[in-house]
Every structure is written in structure tokens, then in C-alpha cells.
């Protein structure tokens, strides 16, 4: 149901066809917006990991959302935990909006592993982010990552289990 821009009466009868149209169904059309949301639990049999110094898709089934929308914002979100197989290098995640990397360089959010004594310990990554002005339809959101050089990012899927949604806002 689409939005009907309100009427403005001067002089004329108001009938229920204009009362429906102007009211009910634009209220029930800002509603249906509300309504629109997709989330994934991930639950697997093994670790995710990747060694990728390039954006890759963290798991394109379990962690791929399609939404369609009525044309506006998306609200995006991702809660989990990380892990790196070697000290000081960089776990750096992005968002793929229907098949195109959101953000160019080093993506939207990066964790970093500290010393030695910090290695294969699992640590927090959660973010939410903005997509403005996405056209309506159906839309695929991806969760990526990379790692520097040498590295091995994990995420675990077993024990824990990380949470990735969207919402048209």
C-alpha cells in the first residue's frame, strides 16, 4: 500500500472514501515501514575464518540478509565476537548493499587484536550503522571482512552465536 499525500478540503462533502484513503490506509502504509525488518541467528558446525586481505563475505548464506523496502533508510546491525591468531593485526568488517562493498577502503568497523597474551580469545565486535535513501525493493545486505597479512580472522559460530539484522526505519 503506497502514501496517498493527504487532501485538502476547502468547500466539498467528506466521505468515507476520502477518510480511508487519507487516513486509514496511509496510517496502515507508515506502519507496514515499521514492520519491515529481517535478523539472522548463526549457529554452525564449525569456526568461520579467513585469512582474505580483501573484503570477502563472512558467510554468504547465514550471514546475507534480503529486505525488501518501501525507499528510504535501512538500519543495519551486527553483534558477535572475533578472534586473531596473531598479536597486533587488524580484523576489519564492511557491509555489502546488493552485492557492492558500502564502504571503500578499510570498511566501517576494525578490531585489533593486542599482544600475544591476547591471541585466539574471543573479543566483542558489535556495531549499527545508516544506509540512507535505498531505493525501494529488495535489497541484500552481506556481512565481509578482511585481515592484515599473516593473520587468521575467526569467528565463532559454535559456542557463541553473533546476530545480524536490518531495519527499514
Not at 39 to 67: H, I, P, R, Y
Not at 139 to 163: E, I, S
Amino acid at each position: 500500500m503506497a502514501w496517498t499525500a493527504p487532501k485538502t478540503w476547502s468547500s466539498e462533502p467528506l466521505t468515507s472514501l476520502d477518510l480511508n484513503q487519507n487516513v486509514r490506509d496511509n496510517l496502515n502504509h507508515l506502519k507496514n515501514r515499521l514492520d519491515s525488518s529481517v535478523d539472522k541467528f548463526v549457529s554452525g558446525e564449525a569456526m568461520l575464518q579467513t585469512t582474505a586481505t580483501e573484503f570477502v563475505d563472512v558467510d554468504a548464506v547465514n550471514l546475507s540478509l534480503t529486505l525488501t523496502t518501501h525507499g528510504g533508510d535501512v538500519l543495519l546491525g551486527f553483534t558477535g565476537t572475533v578472534q586473531s591468531t596473531v598479536g597486533g593485526r587488524s580484523i576489519y568488517f564492511n557491509v555489502a548493499v546488493d552485492d557492492v562493498d558500502y564502504i571503500a577502503d578499510d570498511g566501517i568497523i576494525c578490531s585489533q587484536i593486542g599482544g600475544s597474551f591476547d591471541n585466539n580469545l574471543h573479543k566483542p565486535l558489535s556495531f549499527v550503522m545508516l544506509i540512507p535513501g535505498l531505493s525501494a525493493g529488495s535489497h541484500t545486505f552481506k556481512l565481509r571482512w578482511k585481515t592484515d597479512a599473516g593473520n587468521t580472522a575467526k569467528m565463532d559460530v559454535v559456542r557463541l552465536h553473533p546476530q545480524f539484522w536490518a531495519k527499514e526505519i
